[in-house]
């Protein structure tokens, strides 16, 4: 994704803020002259049109850690010198929850699209140098941040701050809320959805085979989809998506599912090929779950257990307890639905 830096006239930055009903933080920095004068060639070379694009990434390469990156170097390092220093007690994923915590249908889209592709490196312990990829993190570093002065003691290097843009939104929460029983609620939703219909298929309702049939075609796509998808990100930049345990329960097996499950039915039977394909699905499932319960190899991804168990667990059912096993040697004709 490349990104363009620009130069904003104030009075109109600020009203697109206030239009946003976003805050405007302004801190007045303690800087010498010469710090000033370095500060603005920075600012210029990076805004100029063989410097303007770059190369954007989320949590590396941002609009807060280039800013980040200019002060430090205005400030001969004394910035990351006093902030990198051992884990700061979050991950990238802790504060990428925290922010995205869904108030809207969009918000929601968002927030569990990031979650999903975000891989085990998002769970990496930062310090609170890399954690200035938010901004509100930089704005406290900076307001806490002690630098040595022309006469070589220490003095604070934020002057001043004041608020130019008010907005009366919610303030952003502190943790990342806690959103397990609802991923739990929605799969038992969907694990019910699709035992219901082979209970009406095995009893010959054609209706009930249909919405079943539906139901396991678009999890089978949608799965086996996002499953190519996390294979293929290996092949781009994207490093904070590489090895995603999601991977083994969005698996590409899905896609099997696709022709199999509506099969079964509609007919009212299940097969070899589906039983096959439910125990793979369902031992992919239990591998995350062991990576997860060991503290070396977790993934933040429990809130995605929570929700694939209860499905897993009941096209497994479906597929080895309620639908006959009809395609085996022996059987008789597949049954007609009434």
């Known amino acids: 994704m490349m990104y363009m830096s620009g130069v904003s006239d104030l009075r109109h930055f600020l009203a697109s803020y206030e239009v946003a009903n976003r805050k ?75 922010l995205t915590a869904p108030t809207t249908l969009n918000g929601i889209v968002g927030y569990l699209g990031i979650q999903l592709l975000l891989g085990p490196k998002g769970d990496e312990e930062t310090t609170a140098w890399q954690e200035a990829w938010v901004p509100m ?43 397990g029983p609802w991923f739990l609620l929605a799969g038992v939703l969907l694990a019910m959805l699709m035992w219901l219909g082979a209970k009406g298929a095995s009893a010959g309702r054609r209706g009930h085979g249909v919405l079943g049939a539906a139901a396991g075609a678009g999890w089978g796509l949608l799965t086996g989809l996002l499953g190519l998808l996390f294979l293929a990100v290996h092949f781009t930049d994207h490093e904070f998506m590489y090895w995603n345990q999601n991977v083994l329960i969005f698996s590409p097996l899905g896609l099997a599912l696709v022709l199999l499950i509506p099969r079964a039915y509609l007919r009212g039977a299940s097969s070899a090929g589906l039983r096959r394909v439910t125990g793979a699905t369902l031992g992919l499932l239990g591998l995350a779950v062991l990576l997860w319960i060991l503290p070396w190899t977790r993934q933040g991804n429990g809130d995605w257990l929570l929700f694939g168990l ?29």
């Open 310 to 338: 209860p499905v897993y667990g009941s096209l497994w059912w479906v597929a080895h307890r309620m639908l006959p096993l009809t395609d085996a040697p022996g059987k008789g004709a597949l049954p007609e639905l009434a």
């Open 137 to 179: 993190k930089l704005r406290e570093d900076v307001a806490s941040l002690q630098i040595i002065g022309p006469d070589g003691l220490p003095a604070s290097l934020e002057a001043s701050v004041g608020l130019w843009s008010d907005s009366d939104r919610e303030p952003e929460v502190d943790s990342p809320p806690t959103r």
């Open 24 to 98: 405007v933080w302004a801190q007045r920095l303690d800087l010498t002259p010469d710090q000033l004068l370095h500060l603005r060639q920075l600012l210029d070379s990076s805004v100029a049109p063989e410097n303007r694009t770059y190369r954007y990434d989320y949590f590396r390469n941002n609009c807060s850690t280039r800013i980040r990156d200019i002060l430090d170097e205005v400030l001969d390092g004394q910035l990351q010198e006093a902030t990198d220093k051992g884990p700061a007690d979050a991950t990238w994923r802790t504060h990428t929850r925290r």
